[in-house]
């Protein structure tokens, strides 16, 4: 009996001991719950995403302008050393007494009309040189002062890129544990890179309805951050790859599309297919594809899709 007591008494501290984690853990979120903080953080998401794309295309801009700018720099300067050799040369070979002789007709002419009509060719000749290397040279500080101020922008650019970018790596990382909270309750939805998309057949005509047949066959396909396609898309890259392929050149992000439709907003009320939407803060953009739908890219984790009206919550449209 005496060694019961110790045994039973050790097993009931063991038990008092040992914690219930199935009590104390925290409740596994629900699906619900998974997809509302996800929303959560793409509604943040969309617009730091947004000033990233808009700090992108403008270092691709401004890199684009400063190279276009420095090679226009080189060859016109290659021109300059080239006219200012030729006039070198030139002054040289007039000091040279061996060369004093080849202007024979000029220098030891007996007339003196003819004389002076030679001397007034030469200080021509001379002075169209010296204006024609002025104007280069006029042009080469021109465009060094182009190359310089692109310079200046091009570095703005590239720290405005950096700056974004390590912010963008945030919220990454916070999407990215969005994405595995996802797959673990099964609703991460990889999407197909090579998906044939689907057909449209709703009531859109002339260029909406390009744009529209565009868009309906990225269907889908993944979202990605920066997406402009084809295996992925954001929603201002799948939006302007649209109506680019109905002829219609947009900006790259959802800010600058809306600031690019000021003059072209319509109502709510008075939706037509090709019309742009825009919900979250402007920071997120569709197109509307008649008969109460909406085809977008929507966030994180999720397809191309096609999506009712009332499930979009539009906020704005623009008409292209």
């Not at 994405?179 to 309750?185: E, Q, T």
Request: aromatic content about 8%; charged content about 25%; overall charge positive.
């Amino acid at each position: 009996m005496r060694g019961r007591v110790p045994v039973a008494a050790g097993l009931a501290a063991v038990i008092l001991l040992t914690p219930v984690t199935g009590a104390q853990a925290d409740p596994k979120p629900t699906v619900a719950q998974a997809k509302a903080k996800l929303s959560k953080l793409n509604e943040q998401a969309d617009k730091l995403v947004d000033r990233y794309n808009a700090a992108n295309e403008k270092w691709k801009k401004s890199r684009q302008k400063y190279l276009a700018i420095n090679d226009d720099y080189k060859k016109q300067n290659t021109r300059v050393e080239a006219l200012r050799s030729g006039l070198v040369s030139m002054a040289v070979s007039s000091y040279q007494v061996g060369d004093m002789g080849s202007w024979g007709g000029v220098f030891y002419s007996s007339n003196p009309d003819a004389m002076l009509s030679g001397l007034a060719t030469l200080n021509h000749m001379s002075a169209e040189r010296a204006g024609r290397l002025r104007e280069y040279e006029g042009a080469i500080k021109d465009l060094k002062d182009r190359r310089d101020q692109s310079k200046v922008v091009y570095k703005e650019a590239t720290d405005v890129r950096g700056e974004l970018a390590g912010e963008k790596e945030k919220v990454d990382k916070l999407v990215r544990e969005q994405m595995k909270l996802l797959r673990s309750l099964g609703t991460f939805n990889p999407g197909n890179p090579n998906s044939a998309g689907v057909v449209y057949t709703g009531p859109a005509s002339g260029n909406a309805l390009s744009a529209l047949q565009f868009a309906y066959k990225q269907v889908g396909k993944p979202y990605r951050y920066g997406g402009t396609g084809p295996a992925s898309w954001d929603c201002s890259g799948l939006v302007q790859a649209a109506w680019a392929a109905a002829g219609v050149t947009l900006p790259r992000t959802s800010y600058e599309q809306w600031a690019w439709g000021a003059s072209r907003r319509v109502s709510l009320d008075e939706l037509q297919p090709g019309d742009l939407l825009w919900h979250a803060g402007y920071g997120h953009v569709g197109i509307y594809a008649g008969d109460g739908k909406v085809v977008h890219a929507p966030q994180t984790g999720d397809v191309v899709k096609i999506v009712s009206l009332a499930e979009y919550h539009a906020i704005g449209a623009v008409r292209p």
